[in-house]
């Protein structure tokens, strides 16, 4: 296991599923942890500290460090009183795992804007706030002489990457969190910063309640989110300084680092297109059309029925 001794860790969202997992990884595998989570239901309501609590129970109980934090990620002052925390408690701040989410699924036609904006929130503005805390803390020690080996986890998901009907919200926000943990990783890179991302299947919270997931009683469980966390932790060892910018999607022991928007089919006309003219070419290029896998086929089987489903 990678050796995290004397690193301080935030991890947003960490009370259940895969934060609480990757909080239990990081201590386990030496680094002092703030458990960050606001304790509100799927749907981001309410506020109860008891699930982070336990967690860092937990990690005490197995000799770790760890200390409770319930603010709001997606509130920038929030946010900014989190990483104070984790610098007056423990010292300093090594690792930020952006973690915390919540769901508000609905076919956009019935979505409202309470829905989309929530779930924007949480997600996006949730990995931005902390962030850019986290960033101009390391920036000025970085600027003061110091070595830095900071390390950010963004988390995406395969709706984000791949698309999921139903999620547009949620999508929408978890693909630009994969467009986020690019550009950061250019930004910081100069500090000594590596931003990586992660798009996992588990089984959790969300998962249960929206895929019906449940674990299979032996044997290998691709599901388990402690698969995610092996990924966030060899991520953050010192020997992983030269890996940044990637976007890692995590099924079981299977780790694919994508390659997002590629070139693809090129149409090029040397003085540009005419409509009709570029009309032609696709219905030439793409005689079958052109869509998602699967997409044309659900709808002309079902008459388009199937997009209901998630009313």
Sequence with gaps: MPDLNGKVAIVTGAGRGI????ALALAAAGAKVVVNDLGGGLAGEGADLTPAQQVVEEIKAAGGEAVTNGENVADFASAGRMVQQAIDDFGRLDILVNNAGILRDRMLVNMTEDEWDAVIAVHLKGHFAPTQHAAAYWREQSKAGEEVRGRVICTASPSGVF??????????????IAGFTVIVAQELQRYGVTVNCLAPNARTRMTEETFQMSAPEDGFDPLDPSNISTVVVALCAD??????????HVWGGAVNALRGWSAGELFDAPEGWEPDALLGELLARFPEGASPPGMIAGMQSAGGRSLQAAD
Excluded: L, M, P
């Design 19 to 22: 934060g609480r997992s990757h």
């Design 163 to 176: 698309g999921n009907v139903g999620q547009a919200n949620y999508g929408a926000a978890k693909a630009g």
């Design 239 to 248: 020997e992983a300084q030269a890996i940044t910018g990637q976007v890692f």
